[in-house]
């Protein structure tokens, strides 16, 4: 008896030949031509009479034949499906991950759609933002965020201050000038918080999302392995159809 995956590795190049060649058939057949022909054959009227040779147009298209030849291509491709259908309904496997399993007696449907759902999971999880490493941060469960240690800073405005550039004398009076001086007038004490993961915790998910996308891919691969038997109901179905 063929293996699930033999079935599942011709099903799809037996779909892609039956399909292309029932649209010629069916091309064919809006060509009404091709299905008519004819015989012709002079009789002069007497042997003075101008003599024609004869003329005959070949039929190129019989229906009978065209759904013999359907019946050929659409039976073997009715056997295929529900024999991979069939196997699809008896072909499970366990998805164990370290030797326990995790899923027991998958059917190979579900696998297939497990993998994609595993697959895209990775690509959401790869995205999620990852804490600024340049940062110490620790967890504050009150606020379900993570924070670092208060970080202070100085608060300065401008002010103008006058400087004597050169001293009174008998003869001058002093000369001054205001400059711009930067001058604290208070302290600013920042704490950042972040939803961020972790890159380590970040790490651990992914990599036991990759564990369990190779194990679904195993438990697939045995499940595919498994042996089918081959269903014949093409000839049944098409039999009905014609009357046969």
Not at 83 to 89: E, F, L, Q, V
Not at 123 to 146: C, H, Q, R
Request: hydrophobic letters at 35%; aromatic letters at 6%; a neutral charge.
């Amino acid at each position: 008896m063929p293996k699930l995956n033999q079935i599942l590795a011709i099903e799809k190049s037996i779909k892609s030949r039956v399909y292309g060649e029932l649209t010629k058939l069916h091309h064919a057949l809006q060509k009404s031509t091709l299905l008519s022909g004819f015989s012709k054959i002079y009789n002069k009227k007497d042997e003075d009479s101008d003599d024609f040779p004869p003329e005959k147009q070949k039929v190129q298209l019989i229906a009978h034949e065209i759904l013999q030849n359907l019946e050929n291509l659409l039976g073997e491709l009715l056997d295929i499906t529900l024999t991979k259908d069939h196997g699809n309904c008896h072909s499970f496997a366990d998805v164990k991950i370290d030797g326990k399993v995790l899923i027991e007696k998958a059917p190979v449907t579900y696998l297939l759609f497990l993998e994609k759902q595993i697959n895209d999971l990775h690509t959401f999880v790869a995205k999620i933002p990852v804490l600024d490493p340049e940062e110490e941060w620790s967890y504050d469960e009150t606020t379900s965020l993570y924070k670092t240690a208060p970080i202070a800073t100085t608060k300065t405005k401008k002010v103008q201050k006058p400087i004597v550039l050169y001293a009174a004398t008998k003869e001058h009076p002093a000369q001054t000038q205001l400059i711009t001086e930067d001058m604290i007038v208070g302290h600013w004490t920042t704490v950042k918080h972040s939803g961020a993961l972790p890159e380590p915790e970040k790490k651990k998910i992914l990599e036991r999302i990759q564990k369990l996308a190779n194990a679904i891919k195993f438990a697939r691969e045995e499940a595919n392995s498994l042996e089918v038997e081959s269903v014949k109901i093409g000839k049944a179905i098409l039999g009905y159809i014609l009357d046969k």
